[in-house]
């Protein structure tokens, strides 16, 4: 079955400290992968998406995320986290094609400490 | 206004019940679909509607029947609930991905059902 990892479920980090997470996915088709971000209590926000191109895609604040092909990775990045960030971060792929089901990794909570 | 719109945000109830869940979108969007979210956080998907037609419906209950009256709502309904039917549920939409390939989904603010 097709399935996307996400190997942190806590990381707990101080303002200003760079982030990196990691994500591998399954699907060995055309790729589409996303990442997306809950914070408390709200619903689920786009932060970026890879479909071809350069594997280095930005994203919205100061997020970006490598897509590694040979290692079936799509890490988040970001240099330089503030307390805002604090929240869930989910990695996605587009499984199927025109089917359009989004396979979620289980999350990784972001805890940013002032 | 509100791109994917959901209700009830909140929804308690005791076992046994029959409840539903309200999904519009206002993006002239063709593909709808319903997530749920478990206690850990978990997303996976239950079911997906593209122009009022079911194109993926994922292992659940048959008590979970979603229901299309046009492209724009999508709802849920659920019968004889249980404990662990208790979760978030988010609706979502998508242009078609049969004609415009792979696109963004946009994610409703969820329902989050307790059963008692």
């Known amino acids: 079955a097709q399935s996307v990892s996400q190997h942190n479920h806590h990381v707990i980090l101080s303002e200003a400290a760079s982030l990196e997470l990691g994500c591998n996915y399954s699907?060995?088709?055309?790729?589409?992968l996303f990442w997306y971000v809950q914070y408390p209590g709200q619903h689920l926000q786009l932060l970026l998406k890879?479909?071809?191109?350069?594997?280095l895609v930005k994203g919205i604040k100061g997020f970006e995320a490598e897509f590694i092909k040979s290692k079936f990775s799509f890490n988040l990045r970001k240099p330089s986290v503030q307390w805002s960030d604090t929240a869930e971060y989910f990695c996605a792929e587009l499984y199927g094609g025109s089917q359009g089901n989004l396979i979620f990794g289980k999350g990784t909570k972001l805890s940013v400490k002032p | 206004d509100t791109a994917v719109s959901q209700t009830p945000k909140y929804l308690v109830t005791q076992m046994g019940n029959d409840k539903s869940i309200k999904c519009e979108q206002n993006?002239?969007?063709?593909?709808m679909y319903w997530y749920k979210q478990d206690s850990k956080k978990f997303l996976k998907i239950m079911f997906s509607y593209n122009n009022k037609e079911l194109i993926i419906n994922e292992t659940v209950p048959n008590r979970f029947s979603p229901k299309s009256p046009d492209k724009a709502h999508l709802n849920l309904h659920i019968n004889s609930l249980e404990l662990g039917d208790s979760a978030v549920y988010f609706c979502?939409?998508?242009?078609?991905?049969?004609?415009?390939?792979?696109?963004?989904?946009?994610f409703g603010a969820g329902s989050r059902l307790t059963v008692l």
């Open positions: 890879y479909f071809s191109g350069d594997p």
């Open positions: 699907y060995g088709g055309t790729v589409n």
């Open positions: 993006l002239g969007h063709d593909t």
């Open positions: 979502a939409s998508s242009q078609d991905p049969s004609k415009f390939g792979a696109n963004v989904l946009t």
